[in-house]
Structures are given as C-alpha cells and as structure tokens.
C-alpha cells in the first residue's frame, strides 16, 4: 500500500532545521521525532543554507526600491515648487 505525501509548512521546515543546526540531536533522531525520512531533513537544510543569503538581500533591494520611490516623490515636489516659485518671481516683477 502507497503512503500520501505529507505536505510541511515552511513553518515546520524551518523549525525542523534550526534545530538540526544547533546539533542538539542527530538527523535521524530528529527524523524519527518529526515523522520525516533523513533524507529529507537533509534536503531541507541544504535549501535553507542556499536561500539564506537571498533574506538579507531582499530587504536591501526592497528598502532601496522604498528610498528610490521616496527620492523620486522628492525630486517631483523640488521641481514643481521650482516652477511655482518662478512663475511668482515672474508675476511679482508686473505688478512691480
């Protein structure tokens, strides 16, 4: 008889991997605990490792696309402050 697939939240995953990284218990112990094949918890770690990088990146280029558009609201208020301020120095020299 075939068993289902089980689905993990990434929840569960990540929690599952932070604790075969503190070493507390083996893979197979953990593997037995969770009701998951070594296999894998090894899978899942080797995932972990290669995206963690990709976390600390995304919030860079997330809080730099934040500032750009910030910048750009900036830079559209200078400009439109610029021409009211010449139209004004404009009409202030008629009526002088």
């Known amino acids: 008889m075939k068993q289902k697939r089980r689905k993990h939240s990434a929840a569960f995953k990540a929690k599952v991997v932070l604790e075969m990284l503190k070493g507390a218990e083996t893979v197979s112990e953990l593997a037995s605990k969770y009701e998951v094949h070594p296999t894998m918890l090894t899978k ?5 490792l ?10 860079l280029s ?11 609201e900036l830079y ?12 004004l120095k404009k ?4 009526y002088l």
């Open 44 to 48: 899942w770690r080797r995932e972990f």
């Open 50 to 59: 290669d995206k963690a990088p990709e976390i600390f990146s995304e919030k």
């Open 62 to 72: 997330k809080r730099e696309k934040v500032h750009e558009h910030e910048n750009e």
């Open 76 to 87: 559209k208020k200078i400009g439109q402050l610029q021409v009211e301020l010449d139209w």
């Open 91 to 94: 009409k202030s020299n008629i």
